[in-house]
């Protein structure tokens, strides 16, 4: 991880060719969005929401499943690239006060809620404007490997890779280089994000966690080595179509 100082620290505004290079990853296409596809469960003429939508690429993807996405970006060249093809409008997440209620069948989001100030706000805006049994889904980078000073330790007598697991159970922040700049991530631990959910009204339904591809594993034998180390995480959520029972005293 990089030292905040190191980096000229920004907001999305300035990403854009970082960010296209980023997605341009051959880990981008080999883990992020097969992850993304195991748990993404599309039905056919609904109405989500894209968040953090970027140059449009995962709303490719839920279009060909004839799902029609909806994208939402704060960045202006990214948005207008995606717009091209799919609709987007421009604003700064996670606040949704721009939707109605309950006027889509749900959202998701792809490596940027890491990038959102209030995990809380986050579920309580996507489930107000989500319509009952509309679904959530979450793909980050899992809490354990963004952790603040975390990260991977070998051992000097046999060679092992062990991680070191820094700051999880607290929540902070850290500085990522992205080009000649560095990025913000907000780490919550696993804990803190579901509770947030189960505040919201969200039900969770399936979670993931993956290391690295095989493909990955294959040319690089360092990273073939984070086999086991949780790397990703997607997450879905449903919303119920009518309020619960009452809990039991």
């Known amino acids: 991880m990089s030292a905040p100082g190191r980096h000229e620290r920004t907001g999305w505004i300035d990403l854009t060719g970082w960010w296209l290079s980023e997605a341009d990853d051959p880990a981008y296409r080999e883990e992020v969005i097969p992850l993304f596809l195991k748990v993404f469960r599309p039905v056919r ?4 929401l894209d968040l953090g939508c970027g140059d449009g690429r995962i709303q490719d993807l839920v279009a060909a499943r004839g799902v029609k996405a909806i994208g939402v970006d704060i960045n202006l060249e990214l948005a207008g ?7 987007v409008f421009l604003h700064r997440l996670p606040d949704l006060a721009c939707v109605r209620d309950a006027a889509v069948d ?8 890491e990038h959102f100030e209030g995990s809380q706000r986050f579920f309580s805006e996507t ?9 959530l889904t979450v793909v980050i980078n899992h809490p354990v490997y963004m952790a603040p000073r975390s990260g991977p330790v070998i051992d000097q007598t046999d060679g092992e890779l062990l991680w070191r697991f820094g700051r999880y159970l607290s929540r902070g922040n ?7 700049q560095a990025i913000e991530f907000r780490h919550r631990p ?3 994000l579901l509770t947030a959910a189960a505040g919201a009204g969200w039900h969770l339904e399936e979670i993931r966690e993956e290391g690295v591809a095989a493909e990955t594993a ?3 034998d360092l990273a073939a080595l984070h086999g086991d180390i949780p790397r990703l995480m997607a997450i879905r959520w449903r919303r119920r179509s009518r309020p619960g029972p009452p809990p039991k005293r």
């Open 190 to 192: 696993v804990g803190v």
């Open 218 to 220: 294959a040319r690089d």
């Open 127 to 135: 489930a107000r404007v989500t319509r009952g049994g509309g679904a």
């Open 106 to 113: 749900g959202a998701y989001v792809v490596l940027a809620l």
């Open 81 to 87: 690239i995606a717009a091209r093809r799919h609709p």
């Open 174 to 180: 850290s500085f990522e280089p992205a080009g000649d």
């Open 45 to 48: 003429d609904h109405v989500l």
